[in-house]
Each structure stands twice: as structure tokens, then as C-alpha cells.
């Protein structure tokens, strides 16, 4: 591990740095380094960026739901295979002790109309085994923090996989539930579900200010881009803020959106607020 | 031809009856007989209304946006061959003079995820071919009336099929303006735009009235289904209403919601509505 950097402790989706691999590294000052992948994706998510940050119809409050980018870095690649370039970001999670996170994939398609016909059939089967054909939307990862001795619920990948429309309606109670575990005999309580979804600062309304800009940008079409949702549970039973955000994250593969809305985006999302407005 | 019976007028989309084939038929009270298609879709579209008919979670204000259900009726097909088993339906233009009509096919895809693989790769050919892919919807047929001499616009299929992204802005303009031709030179002039697609009772404020009921409804999935925009330039030129109204028509492939959002309709009808609200 180069020094003055460690593995994120709160990565619920995406490449991980273990076992040889290499993965995001993160430091004290509240970075995020992001490996550059080796082909087009790893430049498409750098030309998002640069294009994103200097792009002045961006409006600031649509800003705060992305993660800050401070440019690229070459730095020691995790897995000590020696100097990399990685972008660096802002480490939404960094200011979170326990923080509760679920990475959501937007969508009911993860590729865009311009791809090969290889990576179409690719992503097109992904879609649809998992919810993301049928929902408009499929969870990549989640922990949800139980208390200090049940630690983190953090369901396998392979779980995750398979998840039905059925399970995501329960993990999404589950994520605002005081009696999470693995344990799906339980009845989720959903007693952080007001403070966490609802209110002026809370989750939906976060994610309806998203979903005002989608009927209206036509910049960038995100494909195969994540919500993240997070919130500090032990925050919100001291009667503190739940620090609850929404943020966007994985932008390997936006193209340009050429004076079109992001209908496939925006589907999704106003599928998700469903789900959880229900909740 | 059946006695009392005669081929729609206006009919810009769909099976026509002519040369010997099988098509709709009106009457002179307003109803429009639309035959049952053999296969699965044509019960699938009874289904649809029957079910539609009786459901009481329909607000009264979305069923002006569906044509009204007469039941099924057996008459001779207009082709000759017999009695045949029809829809019943209100005739949504009996009431115009000369309407100008756009029917536009709603949805990025026109399949459902049950279908055959075989049913899913045609319906993704064309919606790959069309706009469908790319803008959330097509244009699948449409009249606007010139003048009492030039009569009505009414361009051949197989050029409505080759529309770009850009041949439907243009449209969109065409059909609100008072310069309409073929001539692909003339700059649309946009003279009714306001009174057609804006205004308190315009297209923008009945489309924004359906986009709120598809944001919340998971009664029914519309795949393949149109959306028909109505209006009476004769009408509007006289400073009369211009009758703008929206229809919802086509139903064959409609399927059960479960619980979940038309995400599909939804992203494709917020992407119409950015369409009109530019120009």
C-alpha cells in the first residue's frame, strides 16, 4: 500500500482493492483516488469530469449531487504494480463515521445506442436478469450499519445479483429499518424512514431536485452511472441530522446528449422515488 | 363495404382498410370499429379496455385521455370477408372539420420484457432504426392541413419511418405552423404554436397532466402505445379554440404494472414534452 493511503473502509460497489486487484485508494484529507481503467473508459470518465467541473449550465445546486474532482494523479497502484494515473475525488463518505450506503445503477438499459453490438449483448443480459430491464433501476451494493456489535449488514455480491423486484422493496426498507439483519424472517420497522426518505433535506427530496434537472438537461446521457445513497444511523437515533445525501458516481460511460433529455435515466429514477415514496 | 359504414378520413397510422386489406371503419355517430387482430393482441387490446372500463383507480381526469369503450361488436370486415369481430370505440376526430394530426409512439422500447426473443428482436430492429432508441418515442403518421386548396400534408410512410432526431424537430414545428409544405426548404413559421401546444388547455398542459399520472400510476405498462395529437387549424385561424387534445390510442401491448411505474412510457413522454416545450 503506498504511504499516506489506505482501502476505503465504506466500498459497497465496484473494483476493490484486495486480494492483488487493483482499486480506489483513499487518503486523510478526504480523497478518493479512482484507478484509471486501462481502456476508453478510464479517458470517458476524465473527459466527464473536466467537462462536468468547467461547464457553466451547470446549476449549483445539481453540483453539490456530484463528488468534487481535483484532477488526476499519477500515484503507487494498489496493488504495488507500481505508478498508475488515477482521478481524484472527493470521498463522499469521508465525513461519515457508520454510514449507512446503498449504490443504486440507474436505468433500464446500462449501454448506450452508439456501443458495439458485443457490449450491447454484454449489458443487455445483465439488464435483464437482474431488476434492472423490469425496475428501471438495479442495486449494485449496500451496507447498512446494524449498531456497535452487529456491525455492518452487507449482503454478498452474488446475493445482490439476484435480487428481485420483490427483495429490492425490502432492502430499501431495510436500509431506514433500527432492526436490520441478514435474517429475512425479520419485518423491517422502517424507523428511520421519515427522517432518512422524507423531510425538506431527506433522500426523496434530494432525489426529486435530481429528477427536476433530468426533464430539463440535455447535455450528458449517464449510462451505467449510480445513486449513492447515504446516511449515519447512529446520527439520526441520537436525534442528530441523519446526514443523508444522494450523490452520483461512475461516469465511465456518459455520452454526449446532443439536445436530448436522458429519458433512460430519468425513467429510472422517477421508478426509484416510487419505490421509496412508498415506503 | 358494410351499409352505413365508411373508411376513416383521417386515419394517419396503423392498418388502413384499402386495397382488399382489413382496416377500421367509422360510423356516422361517432363511433370507430377497429378489428379485432387475430392473435394474441387483438383479446390482449380488449383486455385492456375492459379492464381499463371498470378499474375505479382511474381519476376521471386521465380517462379524457383514452377514447371511450363501446364493448366489441361483430360486422362485416371492410374488406369483404365476412363478419368480423370489432372494438367499438369513440371516433376521437368525428368532431373536427379538417384536423391535423401527429401520432407519435411512445417509449425507447416497444417490447415488453416477457416477450419472445424472436417478438424482442424485431420490435429493437426498429426501434434501433427509428427514433425510438434515441429520442424515447416516433413519429409513426401524420396529417396537417394547409389551406382549402393545398389540403392536407401527408407524408409517405417509408419517409416517416426515416426520420432523424432532426426530421422530428422540424415536424414538431410544421405541424403548428401556417406555412406548412413538403417543401423542406420553408422555414416553419411556428404561428400556432402557442395557442396549439401552450396555453392553459394546449397539448404541453394535457401532456403534463398524463406525465403526472405516469410518474405515480402501476396499474399498466403502455408498450407500442401512441400518443395522438389532435388539433383544428381552420378552427384557430378563425381565433376559435383550437380543440387541441391528446389521445391515447393502441393498446395491444399492454401489460400488468405490478406495482412498478411505466418507466419506459414515462422517460419517452418526458422527452416529447422537452421536444414541444423548445419550440
Chains 1, 2 share one sequence.
Not at 12 to 17: D, R, S, T, W, Y
Not at 45 to 62: D, G
Not at 182 to 202: I, K, L, R
Request: proline letters at 4%; one cysteine or more; hydrophobic letters at 35%.
Amino acid at each position: 500500500m503506498p504511504l499516506g493511503f489506505q482501502v476505503p473502509d465504506h466500498q459497497v460497489a465496484g473494483h476493490q482493492a484486495c486480494d492483488g486487484m487493483v482499486g480506489p485508494l483513499v487518503d486523510d484529507s478526504g480523497h478518493f483516488y479512482k484507478p484509471l481503467q486501462n481502456d476508453e473508459r478510464g479517458s470517458a470518465e476524465v473527459a466527464f469530469y473536466t467537462s462536468f467541473s468547467s461547464n457553466n449550465k451547470i446549476p449549483n445546486h445539481i453540483r453539490r449531487f456530484f463528488p468534487l474532482f481535483h484532477g488526476t494523479q499519477l500515484i503507487e497502484a494498489s496493488d504495488g504494480s507500481g505508478l498508475h494515473p488515477h482521478l481524484v475525488l472527493q470521498d463522499v463518505v469521508s465525513s461519515y463515521h457508520n454510514p449507512s450506503i446503498m449504490d443504486i445503477k440507474i436505468g433500464s438499459r446500462t449501454w448506450y445506442p452508439e456501443a458495439s453490438d458485443e457490449y450491447i449483448q454484454k449489458c443487455f443480459k445483465k439488464d435483464r436478469e437482474s431488476t434492472s430491464l423490469a425496475l428501471g433501476f438495479r442495486i449494485s451494493g449496500l451496507q447498512v450499519h446494524g449498531s456497535k456489535e452487529s456491525g455492518f449488514w452487507k449482503p454478498d455480491k452474488k446475493l445482490i445479483k439476484n435480487f428481485t423486484a420483490k427483495d429490492v422493496r425490502l432492502v430499501l426498507r431495510k436500509f431506514v429499518s433500527s432492526n436490520t439483519s441478514a435474517d429475512s424472517g425479520v419485518d423491517p420497522d422502517c424507523f428511520f424512514a421519515s427522517t432518512v426518505y422524507g423531510g425538506s433535506a431527506g433522500i426523496l427530496a434530494q432525489l426529486l431536485e435530481l429528477k427536476a434537472w433530468f426533464e430539463d438537461q440535455t447535455i450528458f446521457h449517464l449510462y451505467s452511472c449510480s445513486v449513492l445513497m447515504i446516511y449515519d444511523k447512529d446520527s439520526v437515533s441520537k436525534g442528530r441530522s441523519s446526514g443523508a445525501e444522494v450523490k452520483l458516481v461512475d461516469f465511465a460511460h456518459v455520452v454526449e446528449g446532443k439536445g436530448i433529455i436522458d429519458h433512460n435515466f430519468l425513467g429510472g429514477l422517477c421508478s426509484l422515488i416510487k419505490f421509496i415514496s412508498e415506503i
